[in-house]
């Protein structure tokens, strides 16, 4: 069955991803670096709904959203639809956090980077470019029409 390129693209961004995370050493382990990206993509948001995006069961995400709150990253708050709800949100020092963990990973890669030449490295930076606008389309708002 041949691959497609969405398949091909995870494929490599997994394995693009795991080389980063292989060659630094992390101020807090890649699960909850990668929730933290989550919590701060999604803005304030419910235990339950980051467990279906996480595709886990709500007691494990608690216990997640719970070690990062223990380390100041993610904070609490009453949903003001839902008094009996709770929204969790990054901190700054989570933004902080989670800025030095990208930093960190994408000095993991430049050096990879460094030996392409300055074609495929524009060629790499025109696709950076097509992704973002790929994930701003994803993230838009669906109209249903009649």
Known sequence: MPQ????????VVARINRLA?????LP????QARLLSTIEDQGPTRISDLAALDHCSQPTMTTQVRRLEDA????????PE?????????TPEGVETLRQ????????????LERLSSGDR???ADAVRVLRRLLEDASAPTTITK
């Open 21 to 25: 995370t292989q060659r630094v050493r």
């Open 72 to 79: 100041g990253m993610v904070s609490r708050s009453v949903d």
């Open 28 to 31: 807090l382990g890649y699960a």
């Open 101 to 112: 963990v990208r930093a960190d990973r994408g000095a993991a890669i430049d050096p990879y």
């Open 122 to 124: 524009e060629t790499l």
């Open 4 to 11: 497609t390129l969405g398949s091909d693209l995870l494929s």
């Open 82 to 90: 839902d008094a009996r709800a709770v929204l969790i949100e990054i």
